[in-house]
């Protein structure tokens, strides 16, 4: 008790001297009202500076690393009827499938997830010079344990396009499931194989060349089926972001020649409320094309007949854009052997936006023109005289 009353009288009277103080001399009260200031700014800053580790971080990694996606996912049977289920989305990389998000609903579903974004480059696109990320393979999970129904989607998310946001609608059409003798592992599992991406042919005295930058796309099909089914089905597809750019020297007369990217593959077997399904694909990882090959086959001269085309003078040289046709414009068989041996054919297209070009040109002397002939975006192209 001494000792509060003995504090009480201290503070009285240092407050009572501060109230002389600031009465008599103008300066002392703005500097002590400055000091009192800067002391609370102080404290601020280092409450700051303290929380900054954790803050910051997490703010980082959402808005500069990151872009929201908001999925609306409706679950059907094969007749189109709305069906509940439990849903589970994974996101497709070189290490693993990694799960996302987790739900259920009565046939309609809405996730909202993260997705990172990853620069390769930059590309010019409707006359802006924009940035290019690489694409982001999902494949969404849908399942029901007592209608024992089952299915897959596989959706791409494009930062490149999708600018702050992205929204997205998917259906899965979710069929039946097998019953299995034995529970099937769960995983995922690779391979590399080599891939077509682009065929062209010229004649004599014509030369051609190619040229990929980094941050275009290939385009490849993936397939899904109940684990125990012997059908494959069509799932969505899957993307891979080149990360580095290929050109090629000029190549020339009475040939076919191949472009194959190395492209690696995944096979998974995923599980939800019990019920098992397979899905096949692309996995974009971060060097495409590991590696390519370059082949050559013997050519006719003869043009297709239909299609679109370009007229070149004789001497003069084109750059045509390689795009995408209609449907895919190749295919690739890929194989399995382990955890059992599974095999499916997988289409491949090349995404329209960053381009890469196909270059034509040919000697003055022959004089002319070359027709260059394609009927899928130039994927596939024919060129010779006329």
Partial sequence: ??????????????????????????????????????????????????????????????????????????????????????????????????????????????????????????????????????????????????????????????????????????????????????????????????????????????????SYPAGAKIVIEKKSRPYGSNTWGYAGDGEVTLDSGIESPWLSGRYNHILKFEIYYYYAIYEVEGLYTECMGPVDTSTDPRSYTRSTSSWNGQLPSGGSYYLTPAGDTRHIPVTKGSTYSFYVAVTFSYPRVVSAVLGVTKKDVPQAYLHITSSASHGGYVKTVSSDGFLTSYSNWV
Avoid: C, H
């Avoid at 990853?118 to 209608?147: C, H, Q």
């Fill in 1 to 210: 008790m001494i000792f509060l009353k003995k504090a009480l009288k201290a503070e009285l009277k240092k407050r009572m001297l501060l109230k002389v103080y600031k009465e008599k001399d103008p300066t002392f009260s703005r500097w002590y009202k400055m000091v009192r200031w800067s002391r609370k700014k102080i404290i601020a800053l280092v409450l700051v500076l303290l929380m900054l580790p954790v803050v910051g971080v997490f703010t980082v990694n959402f808005v500069f690393n990151s872009i929201p996606v908001t999925l609306e996912i409706k679950l059907v049977d094969e007749k189109g009827n709305l069906v509940q289920g439990s849903v589970v989305i994974y996101e497709i990389t070189p290490d693993g499938a990694r799960k996302i998000w987790a739900g259920s609903g009565p046939g309609m579903v809405t996730a909202v997830i993260s997705v990172p974004m990853k620069e390769v480059g930059v590309a010019e696109i409707e006359g802006k010079i924009v940035k290019v990320y690489k694409s982001i393979n999902l494949d969404i999970v849908a399942g029901n344990k007592e209608l024992r129904k089952v299915g897959v989607a596989s959706v791409v998310i494009d930062p490149t396009f999708s600018g702050s946001a992205t929204y997205k609608s998917v259906t899965i059409v979710m069929r039946d499931a097998p019953s299995v003798e034995q529970t099937p592992p769960t995983g995922v599992w690779y391979t590399w194989q080599y891939t077509t991406v682009l065929s062209f042919a010229a004649w004599d005295s014509i030369n051609a060349s190619y």
